[in-house]
């Protein structure tokens, strides 16, 4: 087979070239790859000396059980006192790219490189026994953010939740809450934290558990004000964050709403009509003297509510054009409105249109449905 080197040869590299002492071997680091999209964005999957076999089959090493991979579609194997991983592809229908290049063969991939196989990303990481320590407490702590950032779906009473969720890697601070009020309201709120990269992740999960500890609100222009408040009274490097916030009354089926900075949310009502939901305000955090203010609409039984971040999309699909807000709009408007979790059906079809497959933002789209 023919080789290709993508990134750095298989033998340019030495522990020291990586940030870790010269007196620890080669033979210490450790390979592995991180699933970035996927069925378990966020899972490690160690590598050892036995070449790890990916496809479809159950034959395979790593099954992944969708119809873009082919039943054996690749091998990954670590070279002999080499960083970098050699990747075989198997003549796959739909092929193995590395960094976003379709290989033939064989071809090397990078510590701190991609595959793409099917619609799963991943990350191949090589790290040193420090590294390593370090990688399974960050591993412990994403898994613990992302759980706190991901409320369980409401099943059921007078709102029902389901949603989707696909990290960027790394996380680019987007995450939401649903908030159980007095009287059976239910408030909704999605965030996106905008700055440096290396600070958002870490500012949303702190509004994210601040949202957590609000035990009642009139409405979004008050949750808002107080967020505000908190914000600008607090050091967060520069930062402020985009929100769209609803509050539910179940006994007069009104929802108030407001967006801060965010575009507007979907209301999808049982004629099929789309109405966008959209009282502008400014980004939370931003502007000093800002007073919030929100709209309302009656949802009338059988609707169903999309409230999504830019990540949804906002990207390039395979033909150069950068989607807009119509793109989403269309699609989830032709979904079955009595599909189950139609947020991931959403995901499915947009990644399709994707002219990358890895995610530059994250991926965030909950949908909440308003029974009889």
Not at 165 to 171: D, F, I, K
Request: with cysteine; proline share 8%.
């Amino acid at each position: 087979m023919d080789e290709h080197p993508l990134g750095i040869s298989p033998t340019n590299a030495a522990p020291a070239a990586f940030g870790t002492s010269a007196s620890v071997t080669l033979s210490e680091w450790r390979h592995s790859l991180v699933v970035l999209e996927g069925l378990e964005p966020g899972r490690r999957i160690e590598l050892g000396d036995k070449p790890l076999v990916i496809g479809r089959r159950t034959a395979a090493d790593l099954v992944l059980p969708e119809l873009l991979v082919s039943a054996l579609h690749c091998r990954v194997q670590i070279q002999a006192g080499r960083p970098a991983l050699k990747i075989t592809d198997f003549k796959s229908t739909n092929g193995s790219f590395i960094n976003g290049h379709r290989i033939s063969g064989s071809a090397y991939l990078a510590p701190g490189g991609t595959l793409a196989v099917g619609q799963h990303l991943f990350r191949h990481d090589f790290l040193s026994p420090d590294g390593l320590v370090r990688a399974a407490y960050e591993d412990a702590e994403h898994e613990q953010t992302v759980n706190a950032w991901l409320p369980a779906p409401l099943a059921k009473g007078a709102v029902r939740t389901e949603w989707c969720y696909r990290r960027a890697e790394p996380p680019r601070g987007a995450g939401f809450a649903v908030l159980p009020l007095p009287e059976d309201r239910q408030a909704l709120i999605l965030i996106d934290v905008c700055g440096p990269r290396e600070h958002v992740a870490r500012h949303a999960a702190r509004v994210l558990r601040e949202l957590q500890e609000v035990c009642d609100i009139a409405g979004p222009a008050e949750l808002f004000n107080q967020l505000h408040q908190r914000w600008r009274e607090g050091a967060h490097d520069g930062l402020f964050f985009t929100a769209w916030a609803a509050v539910y009354d179940p006994a007069t089926r009104r929802l108030v709403h407001a967006c801060a900075g965010q575009h507007p949310a979907l209301l999808r009502i049982p004629d099929g009509e789309m109405l966008r939901l959209d009282a502008l305000n400014p980004p939370v955090g931003l502007l000093p003297g800002t007073e919030f203010a929100a709209d309302s609409v009656v949802v009338p039984p059988g609707s169903r509510l999309h409230i999504f971040n830019r990540g949804c999309f906002a990207f390039l699909d395979r033909s150069g054009r950068e989607l807009e807000l119509d793109d989403l709009e269309a699609l989830l408007a032709c979904l079955p409105p009595t599909s189950g979790n139609a947020a991931e059906q959403a995901f499915v079809q947009l990644r399709r249109m994707a002219e990358c497959a890895r995610l530059d933002d994250d991926f965030l789209l909950l949908q909440a449905d308003f029974p009889s």
